[in-house]
């Protein structure tokens, strides 16, 4: 067994994505979840009856409030490696966003999982190979119109990972950004079939990703030839907006 990593947002399509490739490279898991429990209970069965050597447990934070953070550290022993995999976004015009969702957004991509890190660092410098990996976006790079919050979001991420990892560069532990473009995702299929095709149609690959086309660079900056990859913003986006 390699270790243990943390993978939030395990329900979602990229977090299970990520949670299986991850299982399959020998790593122990934890499976976060907060409304979805259900589904991070079936991967976690998944997993355990496909890697009976290894542990998986679920574990539940609601990432809007950061003040249960100490509690959910309760839930962790070793942790070697951390995937903020968790996400959400409102289409809009900036101006149309209420305090409420620009709160929201804020807590669960950025403010707790920089607090989980704060507590989390003496345990990934442990094993002297710790490694966080962020799910961040394309629009973290290029923008984007109807998503103004979340875009500046997904960059202070890449701007947060840059800063942090020259914080930690010397107890071992590595911090970069897959930035995917379109994918497949749960939080993709409410566009209509006309919106879908006018995206892929900008695409060079003229499709979306898939949610494993985007876990493969998760486990490739797990791998132990990924150590000196620190900092950087890895764009997966099939030539679009880049």
Request: proline share 4%.
């Amino acid at each position: 067994m390699k270790g243990w990593v943390l993978i939030l947002g395990a329900s979602g399509d990229i977090g299970s994505a990520s949670a299986r490739v991850l299982a399959a490279s020998g790593y122990s898991l934890y499976l976060h979840a907060h409304r979805h429990s259900e589904k991070a209970a079936a991967l976690r069965d998944e997993l355990t009856k496909k890697y009976p050597q290894q542990d998986f447990l679920t574990v539940f934070l609601d990432c809007t409030r950061p003040e249960k953070v100490p509690e959910f550290l309760q839930q962790l022993f070793q942790v070697d490696g951390v995937v903020f995999a968790q996400g959400k976004t409102y289409y809009g015009l900036l101006r149309e966003m209420d305090f409420r969702e620009i709160r929201e957004l804020y807590q669960i991509q950025l403010e707790t999982p920089i607090l989980l890190l704060q507590k989390l660092e003496e345990k990934l410098s442990r094993c002297k190979n710790g490694r966080i990996v962020w799910i961040g976006s394309v629009y973290g790079i290029a923008g984007s119109g109807m998503e103004t919050f979340y875009s500046s979001l997904k960059g202070a991420q890449q701007a947060f990972c840059k800063a942090y990892s020259r914080e930690v560069a010397t107890l071992g532990i590595t911090a970069n950004v897959v930035a995917p473009g379109a994918v497949d995702t749960q939080m993709n299929r409410s566009f209509t079939p006309e919106e879908v095709l006018a995206l892929k149609s900008a695409i060079p690959l003229q499709r979306m990703a898939s949610p494993a086309e985007i876990a493969y660079w998760v486990g490739a900056l797990f791998a132990p030839a990924a150590r000196f990859m620190t900092g950087e913003t890895l764009p997966v986006t099939g030539g679009w907006l880049y």
